[in-house]
């Protein structure tokens, strides 16, 4: 404005960039790029896409790469799909020109949305020119420094538990589960949440046999939420427990240790997705499709930018949210149907219900995407459970490679058995440490004693593979004076 060049740009390009801008932020640039340009002006962009066939590989394998930042900014990819673009663009005065999957590497599936869109209506354009002008009163505290969803919910932790108007009201949830889900025949739950204690005391209270495990992200409202609920905690019917804040496997590591995976009837997350980025959000329904019985039940919602709700609160929500930059903050997280119909549907889920529900009103006129679905596929969950698991599983050998492998096993002596058992427990340390460089030693005591109890036979069976190894290249293994394994 201040150069002279409103209206004089003839186009505006960004190719690989955009991949990694939250909507939120995007928006504001579509904004800008929708008031300089000329009449007739265009825009050109790559946007990410998790509905395609790369861009589920992608938003798939990094999960391990990405997990550990936890809403801080870091170079993952930030998701869109072809119904928030086309809503936001015409919506901005924008014609699209081009809007598909495509690859510029021959032979290659299409990740990314390709983008042309050419400025047909400046004077729809020029009606948000206002709602870039910063107010200062609309800010909510900046931290000192980039915050986790735990640290950011416990210092916004009044927040979380606070009335707002567009809250889902507790009743009309819970209805709706008792309807479409069959919440009366439920004996085992799982809730994830910010901390609030709403839903979980609610899905109790509706099922008095219903045992509750409540995964929350805030320790502050955790310790809020066992005080609240302290009967139920002592009558074992209700289970308070952190987000893992490193393992993506977290919440089904839990139900794997208690053997009760395929054992919960539904998994609940209300008003908590809408602000998780997408690509935490999808480690979640992961871990859910791992731990639901088959046929059991997932309901959630999500903000959807492509409703009149939802584009109207993207649009207000620039004000308060533009000096983040991408930090984590109470921003919501942008979804359309077609994203989350398609991410349920590749690990398992059939959809029962796909609606804008308004819990307020009980119209289909709301800002959110309720989503109803019933693991029917629990084949296609499986095959994302090594994805959500950083390094190396528990090792597991089914049986030995052949009959005289079992034979040597068999043969071995006590004193052979035990040097087997260290020498496979000290390697199988070491691949976790190379593989898993980010945890710290507590937490790499934790998962070993969590290993060793069910594990023992199977890290013998790992040291005697190395001692046999180690016997082909001319080595032998035995005892020190210290009674530590020594190669000789």
């Known amino acids: 404005d201040a150069a002279g060049m409103v209206r004089k740009i003839d186009a505006m390009f ?7 801008v939250d909507l939120q932020y995007l928006f504001t640039y579509w904004v800008n790029a929708a008031l300089l340009l000329k009449p007739g002006g265009r825009v050109l962009m790559t946007l990410a896409d998790p509905t395609t066939v790369s861009g589920l590989q992608k938003i798939t394998r990094d999960i391990r790469k990405f997990f550990k930042f936890q809403g ?3 170079p993952k990819f930030e998701y869109l799909s072809e119904e928030i673009v086309r809503h936001v663009f015409s919506s901005l005065g924008f014609e699209i020109e081009m809007l598909e999957a495509w690859s510029y590497h021959d032979g290659r599936p299409a990740r990314d949305l390709y983008l042309i869109a050419r400025l047909a209506h400046p004077d729809v354009a020029d009606r948000f020119r206002d709602v870039l002008r910063q107010d200062p009163n609309a800010l909510r505290p900046l931290a000192d420094e980039a915050e986790t969803y735990a640290a950011l919910w416990d210092r916004m932790a009044n927040y979380a538990v606070a009335y707002r108007p567009d809250r889902a009201p507790v009743a009309a949830v819970m209805q709706r589960l008792a309807t479409g889900a069959a919440m009366a025949d439920w004996t085992r739950a799982v809730d994830i949440g910010l901390g609030d204690t709403r839903i979980p ?3 109790l209270r509706a099922n008095p046999g219903l045992h509750l495990t409540a995964f929350q992200f805030s320790a502050k409202l955790r310790e809020a939420t066992e005080k609240t609920l302290a009967s139920d905690v002592a009558a074992g019917r209700l289970s308070v427990r952190p987000i893992d804040p490193v393992h993506p496997d977290g919440i089904f590591k839990v139900f794997e240790r208690e053997r009760l995976t395929r054992q919960v009837d539904a998994v609940v997350s209300i008003d908590t997705l809408l602000h998780i980025d997408l690509q935490y959000a999808f480690t979640y329904l992961i871990n859910a499709a ?3 019985k088959p046929g059991g039940w997932l309901m959630i919602n999500v903000a959807d930018a492509t409703t009149p709700g939802g ?3 993207l649009v207000s929500d620039i004000r308060t949210y533009f000096p983040f930059q991408g930090q984590a903050c109470t921003r919501f997280e942008w979804q359309s149907p077609r994203m ?4 349920l549907d590749a690990i398992g889920f059939e959809i029962a219900e796909l609606s804008h529900w308004n819990p307020l009103t009980g119209g289909v006129d709301g800002r959110d995407l309720w989503a109803l679905a019933r693991l029917a596929h629990p084949d296609r969950a499986l095959s994302f459970r090594p994805h959500i698991s950083i390094g190396l599983p528990i090792p597991t050998f089914a049986t030995p490679a052949t009959e005289t492998e079992t034979a040597d096993m068999a043969g071995q002596t006590d004193e052979e058995q035990e040097i087997a058992r260290a020498l496979g427990q000290a390697y199988w340390r070491q691949l976790q440490i190379q593989a898993n460089p980010d945890l710290s030693r507590e937490q790499l005591r934790e998962q070993l004693r969590e290993q060793w109890g069910g594990s023992r036979r199977e890290y013998t069976k790992l040291g005697a593979m190395v001692m046999r190894q ?8 035995q005892k020190t004076g210290k009674g530590k394994p020594d190669i000789g």
């Open 14 to 20: 960004s190719i690989d960039a955009m991949v990694h």
């Open 72 to 74: 801080r900014i870091c």
């Open 201 to 203: 005391e609610a899905l």
């Open 290 to 292: 791992l731990i639901l």
């Open 311 to 313: 584009f109207a609160k």
């Open 340 to 343: 989350i119909a398609a991410l």
């Open 470 to 477: 180690l016997g082909t290249m001319g080595f032998a293994i």
